[in-house]
């Protein structure tokens, strides 16, 4: 019997999951990938608990439903609130073979062996410095590390609106910054925990001391899951590998592409979908 080969799925609640996207063709250009943005309903940061285990167990389903094997979180909200009951719950259930993983494990795993200094700080979005998820996890692999987060409850909107480089723009990344080093100023290492902080990384390295080494989990998750593929290798044999792109999103499309190129620099375009 020929071994029916689909595509790895990504989902976020929006446009910042592209930014995982990029990174995982970049480190795995042979491999099929469909992306599922749920802009409709976006942003899941001001979710309940409930109802963000509601929405991403939706896009789960609805992409096990187009045939991927494995599914990628690449949505710090869903990773922090909706990975373990969907791992625990719906995947032993309905679907044992199949395979869902998130973006903090991923992303703090080894941040532990970068850090001279032993402090790591945390820039997030209000509902992941709300959720701890960081610290949690990063204590695990590393327990005598100190974690520091900064919440910047302004940078997604930045991002999203295209106005980051604007002199408001500068004064919001600056602010988040600086606040964070007034808190602890030893930090010498930097999480961008959100997919869509990459879109700042240059902007946030000026305002940075040199010394300060910046991770964002787009390359930190894409070298994580070549790893997964090489341990576990029935999975990565149910993977399809025509270097094929495909994208979602609950928009209409032509306002999801409005965006597409600020995060994916492509000649892609989206499809309307509803997964509910």
Request: charged residues 20%; glycine residues 4%.
């Given at each position: 019997m020929k071994l029916m080969k689909s595509p790895i799925g990504i989902f976020d609640s929006g446009y910042g999951g592209l930014t995982i996207l990029k990174s995982i063709q970049n480190l795995l250009p042979n491999y099929d990938c469909l992306y599922l943005g749920d802009n409709a309903r976006a942003p899941y940061g001001?979710?309940?608990?409930?109802?963000?285990?509601?929405?991403?167990?939706?896009?789960?389903?609805?992409?096990?439903?187009?045939?991927?094997?494995?599914?990628?979180?690449?949505?710090?909200?869903?990773?922090?609130?909706?990975?373990?009951?969907?791992?625990?719950?719906?995947?032993?259930?309905?679907?044992?073979?199949?395979?869902?993983?998130?973006?903090?494990?991923?992303?703090?795993?080894?941040?532990?062996?970068?850090?001279?200094?032993?402090?790591?700080?945390?820039?997030?979005?209000?509902?992941?410095?709300?959720?701890?998820?960081?610290?949690?996890e990063i204590a695990n692999f590393s327990p005598k590390v100190n974690v520091v987060q900064q919440s910047c409850p302004m940078w997604v909107p930045l991002v999203e609106n295209n106005t980051f480089m604007e002199e408001g723009g500068q004064?919001?990344?600056?602010?988040?910054?600086?606040?964070?080093?007034?808190?602890?100023?030893?930090?010498?290492?930097?999480?961008?925990?959100?997919?869509?902080?990459?879109?700042?990384?240059?902007?946030?390295?000026?305002?940075?001391?040199?010394?300060v080494m910046v991770f964002d989990q787009g390359d930190l998750v894409a070298k994580k899951l070549t790893n997964y593929f090489k341990r576990h290798p029935i999975v990565n044999d149910h993977l399809s590998k025509d270097g094929k792109i495909e994208i979602l999103t609950t928009e209409k499309s032509e306002k999801f592409d409005q965006h597409l190129d600020l995060f994916y620099d492509s000649n892609y375009t989206s499809k309307t979908v509803q997964i509910n």
């Open positions: 001001t979710r309940s608990f409930e109802v963000i285990n509601r929405y991403t167990t939706e896009a789960v389903n609805y992409l096990f439903e187009k045939n991927c094997p494995i599914v990628i979180l690449a949505c710090n909200t869903s990773s922090a609130k909706a990975l373990r009951n969907i791992q625990i719950n719906l995947l032993p259930n309905k679907f044992p073979q199949k395979k869902v993983l998130g973006v903090i494990r991923p992303t703090t795993e080894d941040i532990g062996s970068f850090t001279k200094s032993g402090y790591v700080g945390v820039m997030a979005t209000p509902g992941t410095v709300v959720s701890n998820s960081y610290p949690m004064y919001y990344i600056k602010k988040y910054i600086d606040e964070l080093l007034e808190k602890e100023p030893r930090i010498d290492t930097l999480i961008l925990a959100c997919t869509h902080y990459p879109i700042l990384k240059e902007s946030i390295i000026k305002y940075l001391p040199s010394s």
